[in-house]
């Protein structure tokens, strides 16, 4: 039988014969895994529909415990993303955090929409990639089931705290700090605290449309970046590539 669901490709693996086997996170179905035959060969009319990153309305028939791709219709290429190759792989590196965080058979749709805003905002918007980075990195903690406590600090109630506690993520002065504690706790300013409350509550298609300075967009990704990577307990390559780039 056959059923059609818009997604957007997050991984492309080389299959055999011509065949690529996909990890699309789809509108309907969570994260599906699609069998797309001959898509390597040079006339294959599945090649644009299912190239990384892109979305698609995808018609897939479904048999023998198998689901292969029948039809890709893109519907948005992000295409500015493949001509820059820090874009493509801080894109990549979403990409990739959003497959450790869908499931299959559980629909996502602010996953989803956190997906294509982010390409959009780096590909159309032309944002800034740590401002993009930022907002997907602490909206994806929240949605994994870690979003943090941003009201106070945890010891005094201080409304204005000056560290943010990596492992619980909570807030702390710099003198409330216990004797026995060794927790990893990153300076956090004002402008960083404010930011990381406005991304926690804001709506997702608000996510990557604020404004901050160079050095408290610095501080706020760094926070961001640890914070998520300490949550999920991993790295991702897809990062580690992307800020290889960076140095250089
Ligand atoms: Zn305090």
């Given at each position: 039988?056959?059923?059609?669901?818009?997604?957007?490709?997050?991984?492309?693996?080389?299959?055999?014969?011509?065949?690529?086997?996909?990890?699309?996170?789809?509108?309907?179905?969570?994260?599906?895994?699609?069998?797309?035959?001959?898509?390597?060969?040079?006339?294959?009319?599945?090649?644009s529909?299912?190239?990384?990153?892109?979305f698609?309305?995808?018609?897939?028939?479904?048999?023998r415990?198998?689901?292969?791709?029948?039809?890709?219709?893109?519907?948005?290429?992000?295409?500015?993303?493949?001509?820059?190759?820090?874009?493509?792989s801080?894109?990549?590196?979403?990409?990739?955090?959003?497959?450790?965080?869908?499931?299959?058979?559980?629909?996502?749709?602010?996953?989803?929409?956190?997906c294509?805003?982010?390409?959009?905002?780096?590909?159309?918007?032309?944002?800034?990639?740590?401002?993009?980075?930022?907002?997907?990195?602490?909206?994806a903690?929240?949605?994994?089931?870690?979003t943090?406590?941003?009201d106070?600090?945890?010891?005094?109630?201080?409304?204005?705290?000056?560290?943010?506690?990596?492992?619980?993520?909570?807030?702390?002065?710099?003198?409330?700090?216990?004797?026995?504690?060794?927790?990893?706790?990153?300076?956090?300013?004002?402008?960083?605290?404010?930011?990381?409350?406005?991304?926690?509550?804001?709506?997702?298609?608000?996510?990557?449309?604020?404004?901050?300075?160079?050095?408290?967009?610095?501080?706020?990704?760094?926070?961001?970046?640890?914070?998520?990577?300490?949550?999920?307990?991993?790295?991702?390559f897809?990062l580690?590539?992307?800020?290889?780039?960076?140095?250089?």
């Open positions: 039988m056959y059923f059609k669901t818009e997604g957007v490709v997050l991984r492309e693996t080389e299959y055999k014969d011509a065949d690529k086997l996909l990890t699309v996170l789809s509108r309907d179905r969570g994260r599906l895994t699609l069998r797309a035959r001959g898509v390597r060969s040079r006339s294959s009319k599945l090649k529909g299912c190239q990384l990153l892109a698609s309305e995808f018609t897939v028939f479904e048999g415990g198998a689901l292969t791709v029948d039809e890709a219709v893109p519907l948005e290429l992000f295409l500015p993303l493949r001509e820059d190759i820090e874009l493509l801080l894109a990549s590196y979403f990409a990739q955090v959003a497959e450790v965080l869908s499931q299959e058979d559980a629909p996502n749709p602010e996953l989803l929409s956190m294509l805003n982010g390409f959009y905002a780096l590909s159309k918007l032309n944002r800034p990639q740590k401002l993009v980075k930022a907002a997907f990195e602490l909206r903690a929240c949605l994994a089931g870690y943090p406590m941003l106070s600090c945890i010891v005094c109630g201080n409304p204005a705290p000056d560290r943010f506690l990596v492992s619980g993520g909570v807030l702390q002065c710099a003198g409330c700090r216990q004797p026995e504690e060794t927790s990893v706790r990153l300076p956090i300013h004002p402008g960083t605290l404010d930011a990381m409350r406005y991304l926690i509550s804001c709506d997702t298609k608000r996510l990557f449309s604020f404004q901050l300075g160079q050095e408290t967009l610095k501080e706020l990704s760094d926070v961001t970046e640890t914070y998520l990577l300490t949550q999920l307990e991993r790295g991702f897809t580690d590539f992307y800020k290889s780039l960076q140095i250089t």
